[in-house]
Structures are given as C-alpha cells and as structure tokens.
C-alpha cells in the first residue's frame, strides 16, 4: 500500500511538472488579485432567480473560465469581470443541454426554456472566450436541433458559430451544422425577402420596438439590421461549406452574399445623409427621415465600402448620436427623437440600448482594423467604450452606487428607464405580465468583455495557424495592461503592456507570450501577426 501510495504522489509531481512545462509562465496575473470583485457583487445582490451556477459558485466558475484582466482604469476593470459574473447567471441547464438566457425570470414572449434569440449570436461573441466551450456548443445545437426558434427574431447565429470557431480553431460543429444553417437561410429568404433582393422586418422583431423609422409596427420595411445579418449568415454558410469541401454551397452563397452587399448599397445607402437608413416596403417609398444608430450595423459585418466612411463622422456628434451616459438610438436632432416615462417600457426612438451600443462598438473596432479613413479614431472608441462601462451603474434606494446592467438608459442621466417604469408598473409594484420583480435585471442582451478583448486589447480570431493582435488603445492611454489566460486555438495566450517595466517584472513595453514563452517584444504598442505552431 505504502508503495503504492508513492508511485501516486511521484505520478501527480510528475504531471505538475509536466504541465508547468508545457505552460511555464503561462499565469501572469494571480487570480486571486481579483476575487474581491466577485465577492462584493455577491455581497451586493439579491439573487432573485438562480440558474445552474449561482452565486455561491460563481468565483470557482469565473476563475476556471474566464481571461484575467488587468488595467489602470478600476471602472472598466470592474465592468469587465461583472459583465462575465452576470453572464455566469443566465446558463441554464436543460434537458437539452446547456442554454443562455437573455431574461433570468421567464418572460411569456420566449420561447422553449425562456430563450430568446434575438441577442443569441451576442451570447455566442461573448461566451467564446470562456474555456469550456461545451456551454456554447450545446447553446448552439439547441437553436438548429433541440427546438429554439430561430425565426422568432431576427438574428445572426452562422456567423456567430464561425466566429466562434474562429478563437477555438475548432470547424467540426460549424460543418456538422451546415445542412441545418443552409435550411434556416432558405426559411428566411422564403418568409422575409422579396422581389427587390433585401430582407424586410418589423422593427419589434428586430427587437426594437417603437423606433422613430418604425412607427407603424405592423408595417415591415427593408432595415439595414436584418440585411446586415442576413449577409453576415451568407457569407459565414460560404466559408463553412468551403472548408468542408462543399464547393457548389461555398459558391451559392457567396453569390447570395455579394448580391445582398450589392442591394444594401443600392438601396439602404441615402446619399443625401451619408448614412444607412431604413426604407419604407412599397414603390416609391422614400426612405425615413432619422439617423438611427442601427444604420451602422453593416460594419459588424465588414460589408461596407470606403465611400460608406463618412457615416462615423456623426457617432461623436452631440448633435447626433453622443450623450453623456451612451449613444442614442436615433439622432438627437430629429424631430421623432424622444426620453418617455410613458407608453410602452422599450422604446428605440432616443434611449441609449446597450445591445445597439454593443453592436456599433463592434463594428467601429472592425472598421478601425480594416480601414483607412479619416472620420474617427482610436480615441473615440476608448472615450465610447470607457463611457459604456461607467453607465453599467445604479444608486440603488440606500444610496449606494453598484455594478448594473439592464435594459435602456436615459442618455442624459444614466437612469435606467425600463426598470423605473416597470417597478411601479401594476399597482404600484412589478406585473407578472410584464415579467416580474426586476425583469430587467443582470440583462443579456449586449456584449462588453468581447469588446475588451477583441476590439481594445486587440485579439482578432481567426482561422488557421494565424494570430493577430491589434491594440486599440490609443498611445499614452494607460502605463500598464495585461490580458491574461486567453484560451486560443488550443493555446493560452498573455498579451501585457508595460511602460515601466515595473508592474509585471517581464521588462519595458508590449509583449505577448504562447504557453507561457515570449514570442513577441516591442517597445510600443503595435499590431502584431504571428504564427502559431506545435512548439509553443
């Protein structure tokens, strides 16, 4: 017994040795450093509607999980680690397997087990940097194969499973799934496209009821949100197909893809107002007379030409989409621009949303790693972003300020609209129609870690051997910063900027290591490509 005891102990040294061989170095950042956030958020909450991991075990969870950040600005560190502790709050478990809520109570407009997926694909670009992937393989098996309504909203979920696969490095299910993300394109195309090439919705299906280019919700019109993610799903089937030798599918849907991009163009695009707009169904019909902030929806989907461009010059704009608490949802200067504590609780005419503030950031980090313009910059996105995270705030009833995230936000004073309204909404109290005590709370309906990760830090995923890091912090931003355990492709990954070389003792300036050995050195912040190969 006592020498089997010992071959046991040697074997366990022996695998700790060996993984520390494989991963020497791998932990920049000590976990531990940042267990005080989860444990005041804990303090701080009422967990009304608990789900497969509560509180309890959220720390466990979130330190096996998740890449550790580390920056100068505690706000949007704080953000970042209580965006991942309430995104931990809405996997479910299911006879299905696992599922991702956007509500935490049941809402009686979801679908099978509470799900919506009108926010799916967010789920899916947030949730993909987590290291135990099985959540979003079954979250997405469940909308093609266990029974979630795809079509209930519009929604992007082909190219939220590419860009998936796309830090995993893993193509198996995205090619498992091809006949099913064909079918589902095939539905749509049948149920909400016609003649003139473009895909028409409701604005409430898009999820954004009572938009200024929307007032008559019975009436689709061709919006620049459903074009955009029925073009990003094409092109998404495209390369699926393509890598699974499926030549004839690959070549049909890119044909698709680059007829949509062309109609989007051709009809979508008001040259007059330098912007995306929504167009009215009907011969003649001429577009609507708003700016919203969904007209930037095309560049999550990188199908925008140069020309388009100078639609940024209007984000920064005080006069148009800035505020002081987020980006309005249509242009401030407009006559239908509107902050009502009356009629319906989601209103899209002028409230900041963070789905729409989410979706924009996206599309503004892809348009400053892809191209050359003039119209806005590295430091707007920072100064969006920075603003962003300080909004996810409430001043609860004692007076004290928490880490919150909900439904729309006035822009004006951070006050978050939906959750006013609807706690005094029946009888002074909630409405169970309505969805219950605090519906909106810890709402999943937008990303931010993402936008930390592949936008500010700068991963950008991607198929193949090929590891591409851009930075989007502007120079003399921050003296230090470290990314911490990014699973990638199998590998784990620590990017970190250092100006001193003091806060993490590996020397002055902008390093990225492979399984814990430096592979990249400079002394400035830069974009920087490189191989990944079996020796790291």
């Known amino acids: 017994m006592r020498s089997r005891l010992k071959y046991i102990v040697f074997g366990l040294i ?49 330190s096996d999980n998740i890449p550790l950040l580390d920056c100068p600005d505690k706000m949007m560190e704080q953000t970042y680690y209580f965006r991942w502790w309430t995104y931990r709050k809405h996997i479910r478990k299911t006879p299905e397997g696992f599922v991702i809520l956007e509500f935490l109570p049941d809402v009686s407009w979801a679908g099978k087990y509470n799900t919506i997926n009108c926010a799916a694909a967010l789920h899916v670009y947030e949730g993909r940097w987590l290291h135990d992937q099985a959540y979003m393989k079954d979250y997405i098996r469940f909308w093609y194969k266990g029974g979630g309504d795809m079509r209930a909203y519009s929604c992007w979920m082909a190219d939220a499973l590419l860009n998936q696969s796309f830090v995993t490095g893993d193509i198996s299910q995205a090619e498992h799934l091809l006949p099913d993300l064909v079918n589902n394109y095939t539905l749509w195309e049948k149920e909400n496209s016609d003649s003139t090439g473009l895909y028409f919705q409701i604005d409430g299906k898009d999820g954004m009821e009572v938009s200024v280019c929307g007032e008559n919700s019975e009436k689709p019109a061709y919006r620049p949100t459903i074009n955009a993610y029925q073009y990003g799903d094409a092109r998404a089937i495209s390369k699926i197909a393509a890598l699974s030798g499926k030549e004839n599918i690959a070549a049909t849907f890119d044909q698709k893809a680059d007829r949509l991009k062309e109609k989007l163009q051709e009809k979508l695009w008001d040259d007059d107002a330098g912007f995306f707009k929504v167009l009215p169904r009907g011969a003649g ?35 148009y989409f800035f505020a002081p608490f987020g980006l309005t949802t249509v242009e401030q200067n407009h006559p239908g621009f509107a902050i009502s504590y009356k009629g319906h609780e989601c209103q899209w005419d002028g409230p900041s949303w963070p789905f729409a503030s989410s979706v924009t950031l996206t599309g503004l980090a892809n348009t400053l790693n892809n191209d050359q313009q003039k119209y806005i910059g590295k430091k707007d996105y920072f100064t969006l972003l920075r603003q962003y995270a300080n909004a996810q705030q409430l001043t609860r009833e004692d007076g004290k300020r928490v880490p919150w995230i909900d439904e729309n936000l006035n822009p004006y004073t ?9 706690k005094t909404w029946e009888n002074g109290t909630w409405s169970a129609e309505k969805g219950g005590v605090e519906r909106g709370k810890d709402y999943n309906h937008s990303t931010y870690c993402d936008l930390i990760i592949s936008g500010l830090i700068g991963i ?4 193949g051997n090929q590891l591409v890091i851009n930075p989007l912090l502007p120079d003399n931003t921050w003296d230090y910063f470290c990314l911490d355990r990014i699973l990638y492709h199998g590998h ?38 490189l191989t990944l190969n079996s020796n790291h």
Not at 48 to 56: A, G, H, K, M, W
Not at 286 to 315: H, Q, V
């Open 14 to 62: 022996c695998c700790l040795w060996a993984s520390q061989e494989i991963y020497p170095q791998t932990i920049v950042l000590n976990s531990e450093s940042f267990k005080h956030y989860i444990d005041s958020f804990n303090v701080n909450d009422q967990e009304l509607y608990p789900q497969y991991i509560p509180n309890s075990e959220s720390w466990k969870f979130l």
């Open 460 to 463: 950008r995923p991607q198929l």
């Open 492 to 529: 784990m990954l620590t990017v970190l900027y250092d100006k001193t070389g003091r806060r993490y003792k590996k020397g002055k300036g902008f390093f990225i290591f492979i399984d814990g050995k430096k592979v990249s050195d400079h002394p400035k912040l830069q974009k920087v490509c």
């Open 414 to 422: 951070g006050d978050w609209i939906a959750r006013t309204r609807l």
């Open 285 to 319: 019909a001429p577009f609507c007379t708003a700016r919203e902030l969904l007209g930037y929806t095309p560049w999550f989907f990188n199908m925008t030409r140069s020309s388009d461009e100078r639609a940024w010059k209007f984000l920064m704009d005080k006069s």
